[in-house]
């Protein structure tokens, strides 16, 4: 898909011409600035600017910015315009930096006493091509439940049935006065909406910034007669649930009527925002002469100008200019991830290297780190790492509180997780965990239950001959090299396990033991050639060997230590486990897996089991249990971001660790890591 042409493009052709911005615009409260102008910037506190400047940037046309205007124009410069997007960011401009900007060398979108470059392309006819894709625009962002700020969570609406969304804004916003509307324009949209729909409730919703105690509202006292019929809402709900319900919405020029129109409601509006005059709303005012169009214009005509051309977006995991479907993709995951969970959810007894690391997987919810259980109310939920043994941690959880089980996923990161590398997944199970097969878990159900479809299964092979292909398993440890042996034997390999792990607890039968497998397996095949590989936790002497582990090379032909699990699997005929995620990275490399165990992936056709499990009805194949285990079990977070990511993503960040910038961690988390890496010193022999 080719990116749309900067307003830029027709000022230079030189390779060497800059932009010059603002001494008032940092160019790192942008990031990524450079690319979303298609030029390299220019940034001097003072001074004249250079002579290969081909623009002057600067934030749209208030206070400081008029002089970038007017110095602009005193040295003969265009003066380019920014604002944010209409599909701006998670959270608010105080914390998010904008996944989209405007560029305007005309004028400001919401200034409708002059032309701007947004009302130029709405006033194009357009293809049906075009028209086409502002539909499926239209579609993906209700689909999406998307807004220009994506930090707050979906709130039912304050009363049921039909009523009249009237939107009020922040005192003073300059779009009120831009777009033509003053502080007496909220009272006429108030007492239009009562009037206009006699037999409706009316829900007033107040600004984010109001409710913060940041700004002030618009109506500190309402009309007579108002208050049995008028709901305020005084929280900071995302508006889509509010619009999908709306039976109409008032606005004077908030930009939740252009998202009202999306929704495909009926809009009143009592200023001249960008969206008004078109024929598109019921507008209190006239339309400017410069938006009458000789056609018929329709809502894909304003989708397409306003969400496709006009701004220029960021892809906010390569920082490069993308189109707005990437970054409704990426915003769409980030809604949906963030509604998961309750509002409140407690984490019991989480270490305080994993604090920060929670707050990213559980972002969405309110994080309180407890050491004991406290009472929880509805809308609350509990969060344990694994299957404590500590019952003391799960005292309270009763009726319709849900506990949250936390693991390792089982695409980590390259290094321990006893060393604390940061993960990029984590699995949160609300029905138990993976490794427990004493009781179901959300994995087992996903499996057993699941309709894969074609597109999701193509995500499993797809993923399955990456993760192959770059040679790929949990923790990626390991430097060596190993040669298969010359002689025409079968290669068994035999992982060997942290032996206290709740996943031999919950999930081994009749072997619990290390040394007990490798005799099982001698046994079995007297004439193979015998590989035993201790777990990277007991080599990295992070965990205890197992007992009379070090036995080992009493019962196989080779013990190897430094040498990367994906090789091994590679070289070897088949692979014996207990409950060892080996297990199924052999499964994606083609090879014969025997469970003397019950892991996540036995019991669903793919695996010689030892041990029978009658929840496990359902035979899979292998694109379908990668699908389940890999795309819908675990969630992702990316290093580089700190957001949720995609499975696929995660897979670029692994195979480029070394190349991404990680997430900064608070500096008492490093200080922690730093006196943990001492202590592991001082207690090696």
């Known amino acids: 898909m080719r990116l749309a042409a900067s307003p830029l493009a027709s000022l230079s052709a030189s390779a060497d011409a800059g932009v010059y911005v603002a001494r008032h615009l940092g160019p790192l409260l942008v990031p990524g600035l450079h690319r979303l102008l298609d030029h390299p910037l220019v940034h001097r506190p003072y001074g004249s600017p250079p002579r290969n400047t081909v623009a002057i940037v600067g934030w749209g046309l208030k206070g400081k910015f008029q002089q970038a205007a007017t110095f602009a124009e005193r040295h003969g410069l265009p003066y380019l315009a920014i604002e944010d997007g209409f599909l701006r960011s998670v959270g608010l401009g105080s914390s998010d930096p904008p996944l989209s900007l405007s560029l305007d060398q005309v004028g400001v979108y919401y200034d409708a006493s002059r032309p701007s470059r947004l009302e130029q ?219 998961r969970f309750p509002v409140q959810v407690q984490a019991l007894a989480f270490s305080d290297w994993k604090k920060p690391i929670a707050r990213a997987f559980f972002a969405g919810s309110e994080l309180a780190f407890l050491r004991e259980p406290e009472p929880l109310g509805n809308a609350g939920a509990r969060a344990v790492w694994g299957r404590p043994a500590d019952a003391t941690l799960l005292r309270g959880h009763l009726g319709e509180t849900p506990l949250l089980r936390v693991e390792d996923g089982f695409l980590r990161s390259v290094g321990l997780g006893a060393s604390w590398t940061r993960p990029l997944s984590w699995v949160i199970d609300r029905t138990g965990m993976y490794y427990d097969a004493t009781a179901p878990s959300e994995l087992e159900t996903l499996l057993q239950t699941t309709p894969f479809d074609p597109g999701l299964q193509r995500r499993g092979r797809m993923l399955r001959e990456a993760i192959v292909a770059l040679g790929l398993t949990k923790y990626n440890v390991g430097s060596g090299r190993w040669q298969r042996p010359a002689n025409e034997r079968r290669v068994i390999l035999v992982p060997g396990q942290v032996e206290d792990d709740a996943s031999i607890t919950y999930g081994a039968r009749s072997i619990r033991r290390n040394i007990e497998l490798l005799q099982e397996v001698r046994r079995a095949h007297p004439e193979a050639y015998l590989v035993y590989k201790p777990h990277p936790d007991v080599l990295a002497k992070k965990r205890l060997q197992g007992q009379d582990e070090r036995r080992a090379a009493e019962w196989c032909d080779e013990v190897v230590v430094d040498v990367p699990m994906h090789l091994l699997l590679a070289a070897v005929d088949e692979v014996h486990v207990l409950t060892s995620l080996a297990g199924f990275e052999a499964l994606l490399r083609g090879k014969r897996v025997v469970c003397h165990g019950i892991p996540f992936y036995a019991g669903w056709g793919l695996t010689e089991d030892r041990h029978p499990h009658p929840r496990r009805t359902r035979r899979l194949t292998l694109d379908e249990l990668v699908a389940g285990a890999l795309v819908l079990y675990p969630t992702y977070v990316s290093r580089l971001t700190g957001a949720f990511t995609t499975p696929e993503r995660a897979l670029h960040e692994l195979s480029h660790w070394n190349d991404v910038r990680p997430v900064v961690e608070p500096l008492r988390i490093r200080a922690l890591r730093q006196l943990k890496r001492w202590r592991d010193r001082l207690r090696r022999p």
């Open 121 to 339: 392309l709405i006033a194009v006819p357009h293809s049906d091509v075009q028209k086409a894709r502002a539909e499926a625009v239209a579609s993906a962002w209700c689909q999406g439940r998307l807004s220009k700020y994506n930090h707050a969570r979906e709130a039912a609406p304050p009363v049921q049935g039909p009523f009249v969304l009237v939107v009020d804004q922040t005192a003073g916003d300059a779009s009120i006065e831009r777009g033509l509307a003053s502080p007496s324009s909220f009272r006429r949209m108030l007492e239009a909406a009562l009037d206009e729909h006699p037999a409706l409730p009316v829900v007033l919703k107040v600004h984010p910034d109001v409710i913060a105690g940041r700004k002030r509202a618009h109506f500190e006292t309402l009309p007579r007669g108002a208050a049995e019929r008028l709901r305020l809402l005084a929280v900071d709900a995302h508006p889509p649930s509010l619009l999908e319900a709306a039976a109409a919405v008032y606005v004077v020029t908030s930009q939740m009527g252009f998202e009202a129109l999306l929704w495909n409601k009926p809009v009143r509006t009592f200023g001249m925002p960008f969206y008004a005059g078109w024929g598109l709303t019921a507008d209190e005012l006239p339309a400017p002469a410069r938006r009458r169009t000789a056609h018929r214009l329709t809502l894909e005509d304003l989708t397409h100008a306003a969400l496709v051309e006009f701004p220029r977006y960021i892809d906010p995991e390569t920082l490069q200019r993308c189109e707005i479907e990437r970054v409704m993709e990426w915003m769409a995951l980030q809604r949906r991830m963030r509604e």
